[in-house]
């Protein structure tokens, strides 16, 4: 019984998780306001996050995508830098 309901969470997870389609246009490598026009006009919101910012993303124009996470169907979060990827 524990071994059946172990291997339905798994296939459950890899069927959910494991290949699903990005959420939105691929938008890697383009410049921040860019990328969140074009997604806009998808339909998804997006959240960015820059590791290299030390006092936040205040420049938008500076940053590019270098990552794309989806959150679920209708957000991302995207990992940017200053520098190039």
Known sequence: MKKTVLLM??????????GA????PDVRGMTLPDARTAL????????????DAAFGILVEENFVVCEIEAINERMVRLEVAKRGC
Not at 9 to 18: E, H, K, P, R, S
Not at 21 to 24: E, F, L
């Open 40 to 51: 806009a006009e998808a339909g998804v919101e997006a959240s960015a996050h820059a590791e």
């Open 9 to 18: 969470i798994v296939v459950a997870g890899l069927a959910t998780g494991c």
């Open 21 to 24: 389609d990005p959420v939105g």
